[in-house]
């Protein structure tokens, strides 16, 4: 069965540190691996898309690596900022599925000023 | 990247009521589409796959015959809650699959609250 497992399920930081978010996930045949960001009451916004021969891919302060032979990714925020509060959600999705991808339940990032 | 609207964006209704929701694609063209639920703290859960002058594909456990999908052009993709309930009260985004990398694009997102 494909699962896709994010952690922590939340977290607390002070405005200006960085964090890292995981995600590990079991979906065969693998084609690429997505993290979007959510906040509350919108809905996701791609931040980055890596395919199996990617190890990371940046997109300003969000930096995701992807190591295919662990089948596991982070998410790393540098220099965070109040407006990184949201959910993030990771998203795997198989080969030949038509696009129907495997969604993590997102870690929730919290920044404190 | 490329834009999904959603409308409309919020929508409050009476129970036993019918809702429609829209979902367009504006800068490209999109063949299959998605339609996911979200309470809240929880993650999309997957309803149904809409696919271009084609019948929609329904998740174990969704009622087709409650949730209207019509995907008419390759722009355009529409969920229909029939006769709603105050339990069909959700967060409802769909997404738009580009062919190209194989992307998914969301909505914003349609809040329903049904009284």
């Known amino acids: 069965k494909n699962q896709v497992e994010q952690s922590p399920q939340s977290l607390i930081i002070l405005e200006g540190k960085n964090c890292t978010l995981q995600c590990n996930y079991t979906v065969s045949p693998f084609s690429n691996l997505r993290w979007y960001k959510q906040d509350t009451g919108r809905g996701p916004v791609s931040l980055t898309i890596?395919?199996?021969?990617?190890n990371t891919k940046s997109n300003g302060r969000y930096t995701a690596t992807l190591d295919a032979d662990t089948k596991q990714s982070s998410l790393h925020i540098t220099a965070s900022q109040l407006s990184d509060s949201a959910s993030y959600i990771c998203?795997?999705?198989?080969?030949?599925?038509?696009?129907?991808?495997?969604f993590g339940d997102g870690t929730t990032l919290t920044v404190k000023p | 990247g490329a834009v999904v609207s959603q409308h409309p964006s919020w929508v409050i209704c009476k129970s036993g009521t019918s809702v429609k929701i829209e979902c367009r694609s504006l800068?490209?063209?999109?063949?299959?589409m998605f339609w996911y639920r979200q309470f809240p703290k929880q993650s999309l859960m997957l309803m149904a796959t809409?696919?271009?002058?084609?019948?929609?594909?329904?998740e174990q456990g969704v009622e087709k015959d409650k949730f209207l999908i019509n995907h008419a052009s390759l722009t355009l993709s529409t969920l229909t809650v029939t006769s709603a309930h105050p339990e069909d009260s959700s967060f409802y985004i769909c997404?738009?699959?580009?062919?190209?990398?194989?992307?998914?694009?969301f909505g914003p997102g349609t809040r329903l609250t049904v009284l």
């Open positions: 890596m395919t199996f021969s990617e």
């Open positions: 998203v795997v999705s198989a080969k030949g599925a038509a696009g129907k991808s495997t």
């Open positions: 809409s696919n271009e002058g084609s019948k929609a594909t329904y």
């Open positions: 800068d490209f063209q999109a063949t299959t």
């Open positions: 997404s738009a699959l580009y062919s190209g990398n194989n992307e998914q694009f």
